[in-house]
């Protein structure tokens, strides 16, 4: 079975920052494209970062330049680095991976910024 586990979120102040982390079990991971996405209260689902198998990276507009996602083909895992945090990013991230079997969730983690 495919599991994603987030972890890493929490409350911060406006400018601070936060690193999520994303365990994957279940496949072999270092052939996984992985993403993370948000969504905050009463709005849709929006990508936030996307990483290849060989670790290339887009990122939506609104996280440039302040997000960073990277990943660990050792440890199955993904993080991202998340700085200037702004309230606009108050949000429950979500890790996701596609595969020939469907599309995976985590749990999430909740992103709390305070102004």
């Known amino acids: 079975q495919v599991h994603l586990v987030e972890s890493g979120g929490g409350t911060v102040q406006s400018g601070g920052s936060l690193r999520l982390s994303c365990a994957v079990s279940?496949?072999?991971?270092?052939?996984?494209?992985v993403s993370w996405y948000r969504q905050a209260p009463g709005k849709q689902r929006d990508l936030v970062a996307h990483?290849?198998?060989?670790?290339?990276?887009s990122y939506a507009d609104s996280v440039k330049g302040r997000f960073a996602m990277s990943r660990d083909n050792v440890w199955n895992r993904v993080y991202l680095q998340m700085n200037s945090l702004e309230p606009e990013d108050t949000a429950v991230y979500y890790c996701?991976?596609?595969?020939?079997?469907?599309?995976?969730w985590g749990r999430g983690t909740q992103v709390t910024v305070s102004s």
């Open positions: 279940g496949v072999n991971f270092r052939l996984m494209a």
């Open positions: 990483m290849t198998s060989d670790s290339v990276t």
């Open positions: 996701n991976l596609v595969n020939s079997r469907g599309a995976f």
